[in-house]
């Protein structure tokens, strides 16, 4: 934007003109998106200026603003269905790794006995790479130490 030297306070009017025109050119949806994702990507407002964005759409007659709002729609679904699938990952992913921490924890239960709150928080800190190679280390464990030497290799 700076290399288009576009004062701040016109940014959302260029942004609403860029939009009106977008809208009236009769593009098919896939052109749209890709000029209207170009437009939102060098045109990004902050609050302030999405208000004022948003205060002069309502002024603009409604079948000109309806075009304008549509592709608007389009920009937010496309951000809750990114944020739905960055969720989703996040959420498999501690999922696992959760999983994974409590079945190496029932196994050095089972071999070792009771182990110490300060070894379950260390463990807790794995990764789940290392969560997995705890895993198959603990087979050859014969004792705490043995433990407390792997953690301490990692």
């Not at 269905?81 to 999983?99: A, E, I, M």
């Not at 921490?101 to 260390?122: S, Y």
């Not at 790479?129 to 014969?142: I, R, S, V």
């Amino acid at each position: 934007m700076s290399k288009m030297r576009i004062d701040a306070q016109e940014r959302f009017t260029v942004k609403l003109v860029s939009l009106q025109l977008l809208a009236s050119l009769g593009l098919n949806p896939a052109q749209v998106q890709l000029i209207s994702g170009f437009i939102d990507t060098y045109l990004k407002l902050n609050a302030e200026e999405e208000a004022m964005f948003q205060a002069e759409l309502a002024r603009i007659e409604p079948a000109r603003a309806e075009g304008i709002m549509e592709i608007v729609t389009s920009w937010m679904e496309q951000g809750i269905q990114r944020g739905l699938q960055q969720g989703l990952q996040q959420g498999l992913q501690q999922g696992r790794q959760q999983g994974e921490f409590a079945l190496v924890m029932r196994l050095l239960t089972r071999c070792l006995g009771v182990v110490a709150p300060q070894l379950r928080e260390r463990i807790g800190m794995l990764s789940i790479e290392q969560l997995e190679n705890l895993g198959e280390a603990l087979l050859d464990f014969t004792n705490i130490a043995d433990l407390e030497a792997w953690l301490g290799g990692q």
